[in-house]
């Protein structure tokens, strides 16, 4: 794979500028840049949505099936709002200013299905550092079922991607679950890939064995030995969590980064790109809903991707107060912003750029 390079010259020097009026800000309202009551009191409420609804299930006897299912789908919704807001920002290192706390719910990855060192070389190295680039940021690869790429191979199923592509995005977490953490493993430990010090193997693939084992007894043993329900039945529980949590986590990605407002640069022949990375952010990554408190507030400020791109040590809980001095700053150095002011309209466009991205690439 070839070497990325971003441009060292930022003559306007805006990434200079904006770091110094983000650290004024901090300074003056004399406030860390990692999370506060706020965050810690969602991290409650996200893991009470998350892992209450299962308890019930396991303490209430001959509940009804209807009941059973919606909620798991709460558990869904408490599911994709743990990885937003908790782990999200541990794995980031903003949760806390302590250490061990980011570590300890950074953790919270395992049940969630995933893996630590997994999430943090995909998410934090490929996607943070190469975001939107073909062949580099496995988040734009879905490999042939789905166009998110103009520069990716076209197929002719493509065509009606627009349409079946919904369907796809609830399969995100429970491929996570079962073969996904397997492959991303074996090809980012045989590049050497690491976020921070490189790990022992042996170390990271007994972590994956044990967390996956454990996980496997939490969610589907455990429901079939304690309630004695058939086997299809849990499994058609576990299916609708991770269904629901999947659905929630891509979407919420797409409309980040997969708009027709956000760039998808390639590397000249010598792999250099033509932005420094700060630059490159506001060029690649697209806000929607920004003034909607609950949109900011459930997705952990997700919804915030300029400013979580440009500022990814920093918790979400500020993005709001930094997108004004962001914005500001990209105006003033005639830098693209990019925003859609609704969910909707931001859905609206992604579903409609999955349509251009599925034609023949010499019709589109």
Known sequence: MKTIQFSRIDKAKFFRTLNKRVNSYFKENNIQRTGNWLLYAKAILMFSLFLVPFILILSISN?????????????????AGVGMNVMHDANHESFSKRKWV???????????????????????????????????????DAGRIIRFSKHSQWLKLHKIQKYYSIFVYGLLTINWAITTDIKQM???????????????????????????????????????????????????????????????????????????????PLPDKDGNLEHTWAVHQLYTTSNFAPTNWFVNF??????????????????????????????????EFNLPYNEYATMRKAIIEHFRHLGVLGQKPELA
Do not use: C
């Not at 509940?63 to 599911?79: D, E, N, R």
């Not at 058609?236 to 409309?255: C, E, K, N, P």
């Open 63 to 79: 509940m009804p099936q209807w009941v059973m299912a919606l909620l798991m789908v709460v558990t869904g919704i408490g599911m």
């Open 102 to 140: 980011n570590k300890l719910m950074g953790s919270s990855m395992y049940i969630l299905a995933g893996n630590v060192y997994n999430w943090k070389v995909q998410h934090n190295v490929l996607h943070h550092t190469f975001t939107n680039i073909k062949d580099h940021d496995e988040d734009i």
């Open 186 to 264: 074996h090809r980012y430990l045989k590049r050497k890939l690491s976020y921070g010090k490189f790990p022992n193997p042996a170390t990271e693939w007994t972590k994956l064995v044990v967390t996956k084992v454990a996980y496997y007894l939490f969610w589907v043993v455990l429901p079939i030995v304690v309630l004695d329900i058939a086997w299809w039945k849990v499994l058609i529980g576990f299916f609708i969590m991770h269904y629901t949590a999947g659905m929630i986590l891509s979407l919420v990605f797409q409309l980040a980064h997969i708009v027709p407002n956000t760039e998808m």
């Open 298 to 331: 459930y997705t952990g400020g997700l919804n915030h991707q300029v400013e979580h791109h440009i500022f990814p040590h920093i918790s979400h809980v500020h993005y709001g107060k930094l997108a004004k001095i962001v914005k500001e700053t990209a105006a």
